[in-house]
């Protein structure tokens, strides 16, 4: 059977996984900035409402991908303060019980 990890090096892991998705969708609110922002003004200079009007519907498409990256942000933040309680676990029980109040309060 696999020796059990440190579950600081799960956490590590985890947070290392989340890391790639985070990363892309602060990308994505990057792009959807400045292409919104760039189609506004072309759409402003031209006297075009409806390219003006399309710019501001895709700056506006920032928002969920900000949302999750707020998300990811929070539930990394919720992984590496659930170490505290393992890292004091003095049993399985205890730790179990950790992982369940965890998922409990995370996952309504």
């Known amino acids: 059977m696999a020796k059990a990890r ?4 799960v956490i590590e892991q985890a947070i290392c996984e989340n890391a790639n998705a985070a990363k892309l969708c602060y990308t994505l609110v990057v792009i959807f900035v400045i292409a919104g922002l760039g189609v506004l003004g072309v759409g402003a200079y031209r006297g075009d409402g409806l390219t003006a009007l399309a710019g501001a519907v895709a700056s506006g498409l920032f928002w969920p991908a900000l949302a999750q990256a707020r998300q990811i ?3 990394n933040m919720a992984v590496r303060l659930l170490e505290i309680p393992l ?3 003095a049993s399985a029980k205890d730790a179990a019980e950790a992982l369940q ?3 409990e309060s995370r996952f309504k």
Do not use: I, L, N
């Open 87 to 89: 890292g004091k676990a």
């Open 101 to 103: 109040k965890f998922f």
């Open 6 to 9: 440190p579950a600081q090096d």
């Open 73 to 75: 942000r929070e539930m």
